[in-house]
Nanobody, 127 residues
Framework: QVQLVESGGGLVQAGGSLRLSCAAS????????MAWFRQAPGKEREFVAA????????YYATSVKGRVSISRDNAKNTVYLQMNSLKPEDTAVYYC????????????????????WGQGTQVTVSS
């Protein structure tokens, strides 16, 4: 019921910044907790950041805390991931996800709690 499309990925030098966007359509967007995950080649998908429905509380993976900020614009049905001080190890495909009806059965960092996923956008950080 929710369609997600990521954009904003690309090639950036280490220390640079990038802002990813996730445009949502379909069912109401503001009622969903939203998150960003990423997957590097040969590795499992990992949690990056989340912003909760209602209170807009945010959560970040230790690896990106202090360098990344997640936000949402409900009027635009868009979630953003602002990334600063990028490192080569940030290179991955970044996915936007919306928490599902039964997402509360899982930790906010657990991908199993998210029912809707975008196609991903590639972020490559060169040294």
């Amino acid at each position: 019921q929710v369609q997600l499309v990521e954009s904003g990925g690309g090639l950036v030098q280490a220390g640079g910044s990038l802002r990813l966007s996730c445009a949502a359509s379909g069912r109401t967007f503001s009622s969903h907790t939203m998150a960003w995950f990423r997957q590097a080649p040969g590795k499992e998908r990992e949690f990056v950041a989340a912003i909760m429905y209602g209170v807009d509380d945010t959560y970040y993976a230790t690896s990106v805390k202090g360098r990344v900020s997640i936000s949402r614009d409900n009027a635009k049905n868009t979630v953003y991931l602002q990334m600063n001080s990028l490192k080569p190890e940030d290179t991955a495909v970044y996915y936007c996800a919306a928490r599902g009806t039964y997402g509360g059965s899982y930790y906010i960092t657990d991908e199993r709690g998210y029912a809707y996923w975008g196609q991903g956008t590639q972020v490559t950080v060169s040294s």
